[in-house]
C-alpha cells in the first residue's frame, strides 16, 4: 500500500509540474545531454513555429534548433547546469521551423531525475529587446560618430581661432599692409601648407595690387602693374551678402586675361565703408579647390586681416588726408602768389599756362592742357609739361590739335564738362576718346571742369606716361588748380571789364574834350560867320542893297545848316554809346549787299568798281554793325572819288575766336603819322573842302565795334589808298566788353 501511496504522489507531482510547465508564458524543455527533448510546453513550441504533433513526431530536436556555432556554448553551459545545479542566463540564437533566426534568453537547471541526467531550459525569447538594443547601439554608435565629427570641426574651428589669435597678435604691431601680408603667408603656410595672397585697392570697378605675398610670381606681378577690373561675379555676390568668395577649378572659365594662370582656386574677401567695396584680399592656391576646413581657415585669415587693414586703411586715410591738406594748402599759396603777381592781368592764358607751371611743379611728371570749346570742337589753348614726352612731337596728333577735337566724341573731356566734376582714369581707355591717334601712349589722365562764374569755361587736362593711381593728394592739387584758375579767369575777365570801363572812360573824357573843342570851335565858326553875316545884311539892307543882302542871307542859311549837321552828328554818336545791343546771328554778307545796294545811288558810287568776297557770320547788332559797314563803304567811296578808276575791295580772314573784316580803296590815302587822330571824334585828316563830313564817322566805327568786344585798325600810305580793318569775336561772352561788374 506504502508503494501505491508514493507512485500516486509522484504521478500527482509530475502532473502539477506538467499542468506548471503548460501554463508557462516561457518556453521549456526538457532534454538530456544529446539533445533529445523529452518534454516542451507550447510556449516553447510557439516560440520556434512547431506544433505539439510534429513534437510527438520526434521532429523538434534541440540541437537541430541550435546554430553549430552555439553548439559549444551549450555544452558549456550544460556542464555549469549540472556542476551548480543551475546556470545564468545567457543569450543564443535558435532557429526557428522556417529558419528564422530567434534570440533568446536561456537559463538551465540540472535534473537527476531518469535513467539520464536531464536539464530543464526556460527559453524567453528576446529578439525584439535584442533588436532594439541593437538598434540603441547603432544610434550611440551614430552619436558618436556625429560627436566625433563636430568634435573634429570644432578642433578645425578652434584651430582657425587659434590662427586668428596668432595672427591678430602678429599683426597687432604691424603698420602697413605688406608686413600683414608677410605675416598672413606665414599663418597659410602653417595651416595649410600652399597658398599665396594679394591685397588691392578699389575706386569703382577698377584695382590696384598694393601688396603681394613672397610666392606671387613676378610674371603675375607685371600682369597686375595697370590695374584689373573686379569681377562682376564678386561685385554682386557681394551685394547679395556673401562675406567671402570662394571660386574652384578657376582655371580657365573665368580667368579670360590670364591674370592669375598659375592659380586653380580662388577666394576673395572683400573689404566694405559705407557699403562700397574699398579693399579686397585675394587668396590664390594651385589646387583645383578648397576644402571644408580650408574654408573656415580662409574666413578666420580674412577677417582678421579686415580688422588690421581697417586700421591700417584708416591711418592711411588720415595720412592722405593730412597729405591732401597740405598739398591743398601749398596749392593755394602758390595761387595765391600767382594772383598776387597777375593781379592786373587780362590774358586768360598767360593764368592757365602758370597754373600748369604750377600743378606740373606739385605732382611731377607728365603734363598739362588747357582745352576750350569753340563751334563744336575742342581747341588746345596751352601746354606745360615733358615736352620731351612721347605725345608731343606725334604730327597726327598736332594736326589734329590744331584743326580741333570733335566736341561730344571725347569722353575725357565732354564728361566733365556736362557734369562739372572731375573725370580720373587710373588706367585710360583710349577707346572712349575714339582712339585719337597718339594718345594710346597715356597712361593715366585726370580731367577737370573750370568754371567761370558757376558754368564751364574750359578743361584743364594732366596725364602721366606710366600707370598712375590718382591719389587724394593728386586730386587735392588739380581740383584746387581748377577751382583757383576759375576765380583766377574772373579776376582777370573783372580786370579786363574795369580796363575796358577805364578806356571807356577815357574815350568818353576825349569825347567830353572833343565836345567842348566843337563848342568852342566847329559850332563856335558857323555861329560867328552867321553874327557876322548878319550884321553885313543889316547894313546892306539899311544901303538899300538888296543883292548884298540875299547874298548875306545865303551865309547866314550854310552856317546854320553846317551848326545843324555837327549837332546831329553829336546826338549820333551819343546815341550809339548808349543805346542797348540787340545780339542775334548777323549775316554780313547780306550787310554788305544792303550797304552797297544804297550806296550804288550816289554819283560817286556809280564809277567805282566793287570786289566783294564772302564775309560769313558774327553775333552781333544788326543795326550798329550796318552802321560800321555803311561809314566804312562811304568813305572808301568818298576818298577814292578823285581817282579815275576807283576800287574798293571787301574780304575777311577767319580766325578761332574771331573775324577781321578789311575795306581797302584805292584813294588819297593819309599819313599814318595822325593815325592816333583817324577815330577821334570830330577829327580829319584832311580839309573840309576837300572831302566834306563832321569827323564823327569813324569815331562811330570804333565804339560800335568795341561795344561788341572788338577793336579797329588802319594802315595807310598817302596817294596809294587805305584799308580799315574791324575785328569782331565770334562768340560774345555773356560778361561782354563793357558790363558792370558782377555783385559780390
Not at 569681377?231 to 578657376?250: N, P
Not at 563803304?633 to 579815275?644: F, M
Request: aromatic share 8%; net charge negative; hydrophobic share 40%.
Amino acid at each position: 500500500m506504502r508503494r501505491l501511496a508514493e507512485e500516486a504522489s509522484e504521478r500527482e507531482h509530475e502532473l502539477r509540474f506538467r499542468h506548471m510547465v503548460e501554463a508557462s508564458p516561457i518556453g521549456v524543455a526538457v532534454g538530456t545531454m544529446d539533445g533529445t527533448l523529452l518534454m516542451v510546453n507550447d510556449a516553447y513550441l510557439r516560440l520556434l513555429g512547431y506544433s505539439r504533433s510534429e513534437f510527438e513526431a520526434g521532429l523538434v530536436d534541440w540541437q537541430a534548433l541550435t546554430p553549430e556555432a552555439e553548439w559549444e556554448k551549450d555544452r558549456q553551459m550544460f556542464e555549469v547546469a549540472f556542476a551548480e545545479g543551475l546556470t545564468p542566463g545567457y543569450e543564443k540564437t535558435m532557429l526557428t521551423r522556417t529558419g528564422e533566426v530567434r534570440q533568446v534568453l536561456v537559463t538551465l537547471i540540472a535534473s537527476h531525475e531518469g535513467a539520464k541526467p536531464q536539464v530543464i531550459a526556460y527559453v524567453q525569447d528576446i529578439t525584439d529587446h535584442h533588436t532594439e538594443r541593437r538598434r540603441d547601439q547603432a544610434r550611440a554608435a551614430e552619436l558618436e560618430q556625429q560627436v566625433s565629427s563636430q568634435s573634429r570641426e570644432l578642433e578645425n574651428h578652434l584651430y582657425a581661432l587659434r590662427t586668428f589669435v596668432d595672427f591678430t597678435t602678429q599683426v597687432g604691431v604691424t603698420g602697413d599692409i605688406p608686413t600683414l601680408l608677410c605675416a598672413a603667408e606665414l599663418v597659410l603656410a602653417k595651416m595649410l601648407g600652399h597658398g599665396d595672397l594679394l591685397y588691392a585697392r578699389v575706386e569703382g570697378q577698377l584695382a590696384h595690387v598694393t601688396a603681394y605675398s613672397s610666392g606671387v610670381p613676378e610674371r603675375t606681378r607685371e600682369r597686375f602693374a595697370g590695374g584689373f577690373r573686379v569681377s562682376q561675379d564678386v561685385l554682386e555676390r557681394t551685394r547679395e551678402g556673401e562675406e567671402m568668395v570662394f571660386y574652384d577649378h578657376w582655371q580657365p572659365l573665368r580667368d579670360k586675361e590670364g591674370l592669375l594662370s598659375e592659380y586653380h582656386a580662388l577666394a576673395v574677401y572683400p573689404y566694405l565703408r559705407g557699403g562700397q567695396m574699398e579693399a579686397l584680399l585675394v587668396l590664390a592656391s594651385p589646387h583645383d579647390a578648397w576644402t571644408p576646413d580650408e574654408h573656415a581657415i580662409l574666413l578666420a585669415l580674412g577677417r582678421s586681416m579686415g580688422l588690421a587693414a581697417e586700421r591700417v586703411m584708416h591711418e592711411q586715410r588720415l595720412q592722405e588726408h593730412s597729405d591732401a591738406a597740405r598739398a591743398r594748402t601749398r596749392a593755394l599759396e602758390s595761387f595765391a602768389q600767382l594772383a598776387r603777381d597777375l593781379a592786373f592781368e587780362t590774358d586768360q592764358y598767360v593764368l592757365v599756362r602758370r597754373a600748369q607751371a604750377i600743378v606740373a611743379e606739385l605732382i611731377g611728371e607728365g603734363f598739362a592742357q588747357y582745352f576750350e570749346v569753340e563751334d563744336d570742337r575742342w581747341y588746345i589753348r596751352a601746354q606745360t609739361g615733358n615736352t620731351d614726352s612721347p605725345a608731343t612731337g606725334n604730327p597726327e596728333l598736332d594736326t589734329l590739335l590744331v584743326g580741333g577735337l570733335p566736341f561730344g566724341q571725347i569722353t575725357n573731356l565732354n564728361r566733365p564738362w556736362v557734369t562739372g566734376q572731375p573725370y580720373y582714369q587710373d588706367r585710360y581707355d583710349p577707346a572712349g576718346d575714339g582712339w585719337v591717334p597718339g594718345t594710346e601712349v597715356l597712361a593715366s589722365t585726370a580731367t577737370i571742369p573750370v568754371m567761370v562764374y558757376g558754368r564751364p569755361y574750359g578743361i584743364f587736362a594732366y596725364g602721366t606716361f606710366r600707370p598712375r593711381q590718382w591719389s587724394r593728394t593728386d586730386r587735392a592739387v588739380l581740383e584746387a588748380a581748377g577751382h583757383q584758375l576759375g576765380l583766377a579767369i574772373e579776376r582777370a575777365e573783372q580786370a579786363r571789364v574795369l580796363e575796358t570801363q577805364r578806356q571807356a572812360l577815357m574815350d568818353a573824357n576825349e569825347e567830353l574834350e572833343a565836345f567842348s573843342y566843337s563848342v568852342s570851335h566847329d559850332l563856335r565858326t558857323p555861329v560867328r560867320h552867321a553874327r557876322s553875316f548878319s550884321e553885313l545884311a543889316v547894313r546892306a539892307l539899311q544901303a538899300g542893297n538888296v543883292d548884298k543882302t540875299g547874298q548875306y542871307l545865303d551865309m547866314i542859311v550854310q552856317a546854320t545848316d553846317r551848326m545843324t549837321v555837327l549837332i546831329d552828328a553829336m546826338l549820333d554818336l551819343s546815341r550809339t554809346s548808349r543805346q542797348d545791343l540787340l545780339i542775334e546771328d548777323v549775316n554780313l554778307d547780306e550787310l554788305l549787299r544792303l550797304a552797297v545796294d544804297e550806296l550804288r545811288g550816289e554819283p560817286a558810287a556809280q564809277a567805282v568798281e566793287w570786289q566783294l568776297d564772302p564775309l560769313g557770320h558774327v553775333p552781333g547788332d544788326w543795326q550798329l554793325l550796318s552802321q560800321v559797314l555803311g561809314n566804312l563803304l562811304n568813305n572808301a567811296v568818298k576818298y577814292s572819288r578823285t581817282q579815275p578808276s576807283p576800287r574798293v575791295h571787301v574780304w575777311a580772314e577767319h580766325h578761332p575766336t574771331s573775324v577781321t573784316i578789311h575795306v581797302q580803296d584805292n584813294g588819297v590815302g593819309f599819313d599814318e603819322r595822325f593815325i592816333s587822330k583817324l577815330f577821334g571824334v570830330f577829327q580829319r585828316l584832311h580839309h573840309h573842302d576837300e572831302f566834306e563830313g563832321t569827323g564823327v564817322g569813324l569815331a562811330n566805327v570804333r565804339r560800335i565795334v568795341t561795344r561788341h568786344g572788338g577793336t579797329v585798325a588802319a594802315k595807310s600810305r598817302i596817294g596809294e589808298g587805305a584799308v580799315f580793318s574791324v575785328c569782331l569775336p565770334k562768340a560774345l561772352q555773356e560778361f561782354g566788353p563793357l558790363p558792370e561788374l558782377p555783385e559780390s
